[in-house]
């Protein structure tokens, strides 16, 4: 059973990770007008990522017997100044998300919900992984200004595949 307070935040987590994703995909297309298709490939598979999260969330609810009451999505920004405030605002909201993840483990153990503790793990892990990947990218942005060195990453990014986390994860 989850508790009542439980089912709200985690419902309300499951609409941020799709917040998420739509973040993402509007961040795709911003690279692709932008002449950087590499960045664009790089925030689909993040859009990817941000699917599963939100997913993954979706199932544990009905697994545990809960009620999902899917929320609506607020249009995320489409213009950003520069690659470097795109990847600036993104590293931002997902410094948003792991505290709101840090939340929902303080809400899990407040209630002694063992279960809901253990699932989150995951996402605590995940928040590490995220803001790393998103800080990398900040960082290097930093370095390479708007010269050249944009098409050179822009080239690294279009490298990034999608990889479903394995089955014992999911
Ligand atoms: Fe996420
Ligand atoms: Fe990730």
């Known amino acids: 059973m989850l508790s009542k307070r439980m089912e709200k935040a985690i419902n309300d987590q499951i609409k941020w990770e799709y917040y998420s994703a739509y973040l993402y995909l509007s961040l795709a297309a911003y690279f692709q007008n932008l002449g950087l298709p590499g960045f664009a490939n790089w925030m689909e598979v993040q859009v990817q990522e ?5 997913t993954k969330m979706f199932r544990y609810v009905l697994e545990k017997g809960g009620k999902v009451q899917l929320q609506g999505i607020e249009a995320p920004l489409h213009a950003w100044k520069s690659p470097l405030d795109a990847f600036e605002y993104s590293l931002k909201h997902e410094y948003q998300v792991t505290k709101r993840i840090n939340d929902l483990v303080d809400l899990a153990q407040k209630e002694k919900d063992h279960a809901s503790a253990i699932f989150l793990q995951w996402f605590v892990t995940e928040q590490v992984e995220e803001e790393a990947n998103f800080g990398d990218t900040v960082s290097k942005l930093k370095l ?27």
Do not use: K, Q, S
């Open 50 to 54: 941000e699917l599963f999260h939100g």
């Open 144 to 170: 390479v200004g708007d010269g050249g060195g944009l098409f050179m990453l822009d080239r690294e990014l279009a490298a990034r595949v999608y990889v479903p986390p394995a089955a014992t994860a999911a």
